[in-house]
């Protein structure tokens, strides 16, 4: 069974960073596009970031220059690197996979990622002022 499970979420000033992992499991295949998403309370879930086995990556404007998506493909390891964190960043976020051929250009858009097979649990990033 494929799992996906996230850590490295926490609480943390304005300005400060976090890197989130997502360690994979049971996979038989290794999954074309891998992102990161996030929902804050009251608001639906968003794209933050992708990449894809080509080594596309992508990245909503909202955290262009902030944030790095990266992936160790020996440790089956997602990782966000979140750097100069704003309030506005508060949100649980997720990790997700596809072993669709979905180049990571497309994967923000909401009726692609919503097509994701496979997601896992969330941590939560609380950014205070």
């Known amino acids: 069974q494929v799992q996906l499970v996230e850590s490295g979420g926490g609480s943390v000033q304005a300005g400060g960073s976090l890197r989130l992992s997502c360690a994979a499991s049971g996979y038989t295949y290794s999954p074309y596009c891998m992102g990161w998403f996030r929902q804050a309370p009251g608001k639906g879930r968003e794209g933050v970031a992708a990449?894809?086995?080509?080594?596309?990556?992508n990245y909503a404007d909202s955290v262009k220059g902030r944030f790095t998506i990266s992936q160790d493909n020996a440790k089956n390891t997602l990782y966000l690197q979140m750097n100069s964190l704003k309030p506005e960043d508060t949100a649980m976020y997720y990790c997700a996979a596809t072993a669709k051929t979905v180049p990571a250009i497309q994967a923000l858009g909401v009726m692609i990622w919503s097509g994701f097979g496979v997601w896992g649990q969330g941590t939560q990033v609380t950014v205070s002022s």
């Open positions: 990449i894809d086995s080509d080594g596309g990556t």
